[in-house]
């Protein structure tokens, strides 16, 4: 991982940076042969799929009882360690709910209420790692919300990993269901024997599990099309390049197309980082997958010909996790518009936030952070506007009503106000 300067980055290399994707158009093909079957046959193509696809024969769909059951199975210490996650996570989310609120503007009584919606999925993915934390991070803010009912499927394996079961039961799942992948998504959204389906599926997954969700948006909310994680780290030379190199390997372990990218001003930190980045790979024991991750195209330590050219390219690359190692982190953050989640200092690693702090990990990926922002309790609730008018305040509105509905050639619309305000004094006080 040699350092490169921004100002030198081809096209090639630049788009490589920025047009990042979730992966949806190379599993399309597949998810549009497997979900119309999920929805046909139900459980038995759920079956089918877990044969063919992660080699579990499958005997139970529903594995509700065994996530109970999971959480005498782990260990005082990692329990104890799910449970403190569980209640930060909560902490924070609970300081997201809305307020139903109705004010007088003027003399009109208008007001917002919340309410939530009745039933969430949660995908929580498997394979080359367990992700208990996945588990917290989508089911503690769909039940903050008031959600009542709270699916989350997982793939299968010949035993789930425990730890996992344990954190979807204590994070407040009413049902596990054993199944993942696109057939996951499908059952969810379509219901099968099994399954209840739901109105709202979040969380990670691979290309398939993503391209699914792409595929069922309309007949279900999603929350949003998620790919490889991806950490920027704006550094200037107060920065520890220990510290940034731990940051970058940590993301590239997830996956081997995970983006991981240092922007500094100061050359010498550029090289110190880079130096570091391939000492500490060298240690872990993921290093193959680290490894790959660092060598592709969307990776790299960058050097810039001052600090507000690495915002601007901070900002354009609008990341999942952006961390600001620098002494005037606070002015920089005041610059950053476009990022997931912002770790602010030297001692604020962004696995704090997978884990620990109580923000959210469900992070839009791939620039998805310059128009919206991560998994949140408003993403399971829906919003009611309420508006009270009194004859008189009627009256006062009537021009505005009727004219702009008569310029739209909707006549009914103006009669509607005029026939509550026409004829004797006991009609006009009957309120509509």
Known sequence: MQPRAIADLSTAERRAFFDRDSGVESAREDVREILPKVREEGDAALREFSRKFDDVEVANVDVTAEAERAVDEVDEGTLAAIRDAIENVRAFHERQRPEDWRETFEDRELGRRFRPIERAGVYVPGGTAAYPSSAIMGV???????????????????????????????????????????????????????????QKIVGPGNPWVTAAKAEVRG?????FLA????????????????????????????????????????????????????????????????REALDNDASGVLVARSMPEAVLFAEEYAAEHLSIQAEDDE??????????????????????????????????????????????????????????????????????????????????????????????????????
């Open 331 to 432: 002015e920089l953050l005041d610059r950053i518009t476009n990022a997931g989640s912002v770790f602010l200092g030297p001692y604020a690693p962004v696995a704090a936030g997978d884990y620990g702090t109580g923000t959210n990990h469900v992070l839009p990926t791939g620039g998805g952070a310059k128009v919206h922002g991560g998994l949140s309790v408003d993403q399971f609730l829906r919003s009611s506007t309420v508006q009270r008018l009194d004859r008189d305040s009627l009256d006062s509105l009537s021009s505005t009503v009727t004219t702009l509905a008569e310029a739209e050639g909707l006549e009914a619309h103006a009669e509607s106000v005029r026939v509550r305000l026409r004829g004797d004094d006991d009609a006009t006080d009957t309120e509509g």
């Open 227 to 290: 790919g490889p994680s991806e950490v920027l780290v704006l550094a200037d030379g107060t920065a520890d390049p220990e510290f940034v190199a731990a940051d970058l390997i940590a993301q590239a372990e997830h996956d081997p197309e995970a983006s991981v990218v240092a922007a500094t001003a100061d050359e010498e930190l550029a090289d110190a980082i880079a130096e570091e980045v391939d000492r500490q790979a060298g240690e872990r024991e993921r290093e193959e997958l680290i």
């Open 140 to 198: 503690v803010p769909a039940k903050v919300a008031g959600v009542e009912h709270v699916a989350v499927a997982t793939p299968p394996a010949e035993e789930i990993n425990p730890v996992t079961l344990a954190a979807i039961h204590e994070a407040g799942a009413d049902a596990v269901y054993s199944v993942g992948g696109a057939q996951a998504i499908g059952a969810l959204a379509y219901g099968t024997e099994t399954v209840r389906a739901v």
């Open 219 to 223: 007949e279900v909310e999603i929350d």
